[in-house]
């Protein structure tokens, strides 16, 4: 896979030497280039930003310094994804990164100031690029750098041969099964006075299974009622639904929703 980053802080993403993604860099799984966006700027100042249409606060960056960069770094015929990391971007999540890990070459242009000039994701898109404008979660960085790292990071590891034991990405959080992980112990097995659960050192993997579904279900449910809202009722098990009873959840309409609550009089 090939991966180009511009940015006006390149250094930031020396990160992405370390690592698992530094590895798969360095044997050639991962083929990952970062630009300095001024190195397209044509003025002896290098200006990559300019004062806003219609007022208001902040810069904007210039679109045709970012069009000469895109131009070089896009791939011909419209066969690029482009990425653009934006508080203003769709939410993130682990179905964006399984999508971006099967492509072929995808760039990421790191904005900063109040954003990219918005005729540069128009063009890409007309140019017959994928354009995906995401933002991390509900809070504002400075720039799209940190974005960009947490993306490399979610969909590099997805990669074949990238994380060495496949099977640790079978029953992660926000895998398949639409629950967070379960906790998890290892030796030894008494620490500080704290036990690690009984039916763990038991050897019996049935119980321990369920005993591990249980915990993720009551994790979930605790932390992400969004998640449990959403879980897919024909996959759970008579288990399962006891477990989301015994936690406000019943099924109604084919749907899982928390037990009603009384209303104020
Ligand atoms: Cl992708 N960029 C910036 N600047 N802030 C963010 C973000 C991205 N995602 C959340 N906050």
Not at 91 to 103: D, G, I, K, P
Not at 144 to 154: C, D, K, N, S, T
């Amino acid at each position: 896979m090939r991966v180009d980053v511009v940015s006006i802080f390149p250094d930031y993403l020396a990160a992405l030497d370390l690592s698992l993604v530094g590895k798969a860099r360095r044997t050639g799984l991962l083929d990952l280039r970062v630009h300095d966006l001024r190195g397209w700027a044509t003025d002896r100042h290098r200006t990559v930003d300019d004062t806003p249409f219609g007022g208001g606060a902040g810069m904007v960056m210039r679109p045709d310094v970012w069009g000469r960069a895109l131009d070089d770094v896009l791939p011909a015929g419209g066969a690029g994804h482009l990425v653009v990391p934006t508080p203003s971007g769709e939410v993130f999540t682990q179905r964006h990164a399984e999508r971006l890990a099967l492509e072929a070459h995808v760039v990421i242009a790191c904005g900063r100031y109040e954003g990219i000039d918005a005729r540069v994701a128009e063009r890409a898109r007309a140019a017959g690029h994928r354009v995906s404008e995401l933002s991390i979660g509900d809070y504002v960085l400075n720039g799209g750098e940190v974005a960009a790292l947490v993306m490399i990071e979610a969909f590099g590891r997805l990669l074949p041969g990238v994380v060495g034991n496949p099977h640790s990405l079978v029953e992660e959080s926000h895998g398949a099964a639409g629950l967070l992980e379960y906790p998890v112990y290892t030796k030894p097995p008494a620490w500080e006075g704290l036990e690690v659960p009984e039916v763990l050192l038991s050897g019996h993997h049935a119980r321990i299974e369920r005993w591990r579904r249980d915990r993720a279900l009551e994790r979930t449910a605790a932390r992400r009622p969004d998640m449990v809202a959403a879980l897919d009722v024909a996959a759970l098990d008579k288990a399962d639904l006891a477990v989301l009873a015994g936690l406000g959840w019943q099924v109604s309409d084919g749907r899982l929703r928390p037990a009603e609550e009384p209303v104020a009089e």
